[in-house]
């Protein structure tokens, strides 16, 4: 049967549809329909009379656009938001983090942050998000209930002569079976950093993405500290030592990617690496600013990302596109990085960069309907001459009044539809008080 053949599920009728397909095409008084969670197809029409026994979102005067991705984070973690700012990054996560972490480290923990995390996403507008964190058969599951599409990175640090190899990857091989059962959900294998894991540990983890086909997420060149320690020990950049264990052959999505020299950011750029930009966590950290506009330059994909709350300390893309265009103006000149490109970069460039632009990204037919209704009626959204340039320089969070992952309305006129937004906030406030103390007792110790 033609796709064409299948029965509308539901439309999403009467706005101007901002695609980012190949040719940037915008449809005023647009149609869009969905079946199976899918675009069917994308049309103009005025007057359009929307069939009924569909479910239909009435979209006349406002921006539909792809749901924004957010290409880094660390979901698990969203109740240490704003728990130690002002902080190096040494001291950040060695005196605060990593001791709390080994305190609070557990699935609950990690599922109500995960909830808070989604909420916050979904009522932005980010409608896929790639993780990172520990504990992450509790993000998958988390995602699936609250309905937003995630790349779930099993992450590990190793702390030599706890596992055994052969136990490391039998844990990953029951994860990656267990999150077979959600099917927003995509697997993946998040070792750390590059001084996360030992070299032999590396190069296991490099040739089981192989043999399972995994995507590898990982930190890459976040500090001078580290890359001078890796060209220290082993006389080559992080680069060239990943490119010796073949981990630019895997699908790869690298965080951070300050430090690099100019022939790094070549080589990066003829490869499939994805890059993530997470202007605000690293600004915030003062680690430096990613090289985004030479890493477009030399061919590389870049997403925006919000890194975790812990050093953001919001989840909030809107903030960190406007944040983050300008930073590259101050380090490349204005117009080096136009709203435009940054609007890729935080839908159908993210997508590539995650290496799911297949599916997600854009709002043509045979994609996934993974998309926002952007309500363009508040005063700092008039007037609006250019979609790109309100996009990145004046829309807010609040702006979003409908989101959709694979044809679900996960929120529409501002209401949560499928999760009990005060319950999710209470819970979470309670934990809270309770992190407080924790911390300052493990700051403070008797
Ligand atoms: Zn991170």
Same mark, same amino acid.
């Given at each position: 049967?033609?796709?064409?053949?299948?029965?509308?599920?539901?439309?999403?009728?009467? /706005?101007?549809?901002?695609?980012?397909?190949?040719?940037?095409?915008?449809?005023?008084?647009?149609?869009?329909? $969905?079946?199976?969670?899918?675009?069917?197809?994308?049309?103009?029409?005025?007057?359009?009379?929307?069939?009924?026994?569909?479910?239909?979102?009435?979209?006349?005067?406002?921006?539909?656009?792809?749901? !924004?991705?957010?290409?880094?984070?660390?979901?698990?973690?969203?109740?240490?938001?704003?728990?130690?700012?002002?902080?190096?990054?040494?001291?950040?996560?060695?005196?605060? $983090?990593?001791?709390?972490?080994?305190?609070?480290?557990?699935?609950?923990?990690?599922?109500?942050?995960?909830? !808070?995390?989604?909420?916050?996403? $979904?009522?932005?507008?980010?409608?896929?998000?790639?993780?990172?964190?520990?504990?992450?058969?509790?993000?998958?599951?988390?995602?699936?209930?609250?309905?937003?599409?995630?790349?779930?990175?099993?992450?590990?640090?190793?702390?030599?002569?706890?596992?055994?190899?052969?136990?490391?990857?039998?844990?990953?091989?029951?994860?990656?079976?267990?999150?077979?059962?959600?099917?927003?959900?995509? #697997?993946?294998?998040?070792?750390?950093?590059?001084?996360?894991?030992?070299?032999?540990?590396?190069?296991?983890?490099?040739?089981?993405?192989?043999?399972?086909?995994?995507?590898?997420?990982?930190?890459?060149?976040?500090?001078?500290?580290?890359?001078?320690?890796?060209?220290?020990?082993?006389?080559?950049?992080?680069?060239?030592?990943?490119?010796?264990?073949?981990?630019?052959?895997?699908?790869?999505?690298?965080?951070?990617?300050?430090?690099?020299?100019?022939?790094?950011?070549?080589?990066?750029?003829?490869?499939?690496?994805?890059?993530?930009?997470?202007?605000?966590?690293?600004?915030?950290?003062?680690?430096? $600013?990613?090289?985004?506009?030479?890493?477009?330059?030399?061919?590389?994909?870049?997403?925006? #990302?919000?890194? /975790?709350?812990?050093?953001?300390?919001?989840?909030?893309?809107?903030?960190?596109?406007?944040?983050?265009?300008?930073?590259?103006?101050?380090?490349? /000149?204005?117009?080096?990085?136009?709203?435009?490109?940054?609007?890729?970069?935080?839908?159908?460039? /993210?997508?590539?960069?995650?290496?799911?632009?297949?599916?997600?990204?854009?709002?043509?037919?045979?994609?996934?309907?993974?998309?926002?209704?952007?309500?363009?009626?508040?005063?700092?959204?008039?007037?609006?001459?250019?979609?790109?340039?309100?996009?990145?320089?004046?829309?807010?969070? #609040?702006?979003?009044?409908?989101?959709?992952?694979?044809?679900?309305?996960?929120?529409?006129?501002?209401?949560?539809?499928?999760?009990?937004?005060?319950?999710?906030?209470?819970?979470?406030?309670?934990?809270?008080?309770?992190?407080?103390?924790?911390?300052?007792?493990?700051?403070?110790?008797?």
């Amino acid at each position: 049967m033609n796709s064409k053949d299948k029965k509308i599920d539901s439309v999403v009728w009467g /706005g101007t549809v901002i695609t980012m397909d190949a040719s940037l095409s915008v449809i005023s008084d647009s149609v869009i329909t $969905i079946s199976d969670g899918k675009i069917q197809n994308v049309f103009s029409q005025k007057s359009f009379n929307p069939p009924t026994g569909v479910e239909s979102i009435d979209a006349r005067g406002c921006l539909v656009m792809p749901g !924004l991705i957010n290409g880094h984070t660390h979901a698990g973690m969203t109740l240490l938001r704003g728990i130690a700012d002002d902080l190096p990054l040494y001291d950040w996560l060695q005196k605060h $983090i990593f001791p709390l972490e080994r305190k609070l480290g557990n699935q609950e923990f990690v599922s109500l942050g995960t909830k !808070l995390a989604c909420l916050e996403m $979904i009522r932005s507008g980010t409608t896929l998000f790639n993780d990172m964190y520990y504990f992450e058969e509790a993000t998958a599951k988390t995602a699936d209930e609250m309905g937003i599409r995630a790349i779930c990175g099993q992450t590990y640090v190793e702390i030599s002569g706890v596992e055994k190899a052969s136990e490391v990857f039998q844990k990953f091989d029951s994860f990656f079976k267990e999150i077979q059962k959600y099917k927003l959900v995509t #697997g993946a294998l998040a070792p750390h950093s590059i001084y996360g894991l030992s070299e032999k540990l590396w190069k296991e983890m490099v040739a089981y993405a192989g043999q399972n086909d995994l995507m590898i997420h990982t930190h890459l060149c976040e500090t001078k500290e580290e890359v001078e320690r890796i060209k220290t020990e082993r006389g080559v950049t992080p680069i060239e030592w990943f490119d010796s264990i073949g981990l630019w052959e895997k699908r790869t999505v690298c965080a951070h990617s300050i430090e690099l020299s100019s022939s790094d950011i070549s080589f990066l750029g003829e490869r499939n690496v994805g890059i993530v930009y997470n202007p605000e966590s690293n600004l915030k950290l003062g680690n430096g $600013i990613c090289p985004v506009v030479e890493l477009r330059e030399a061919g590389a994909a870049v997403s925006f #990302g919000t890194d /975790g709350t812990a050093s953001n300390n919001n989840l909030d893309l809107f903030r960190e596109v406007d944040f983050g265009t300008k930073v590259q103006a101050f380090k490349y /000149g204005v117009g080096k990085l136009p709203a435009r490109e940054s609007v890729k970069m935080l839908t159908i460039e /993210g997508a590539k960069a995650l290496h799911l632009d297949h599916l997600v990204g854009s709002l043509e037919a045979g994609k996934s309907a993974d998309l926002i209704v952007m309500d363009i009626s508040s005063p700092h959204a008039v007037p609006i001459y250019d979609w790109y340039s309100y996009l990145v320089y004046s829309a807010s969070q #609040g702006d979003v009044r409908d989101t959709m992952v694979a044809g679900k309305v996960l929120m529409k006129n501002r209401q949560m539809l499928h999760c009990d937004e005060k319950q999710i906030l209470d819970e979470a406030r309670r934990w809270g008080i309770q992190i407080k103390e924790l911390n300052s007792k493990l700051q403070n110790p008797r």
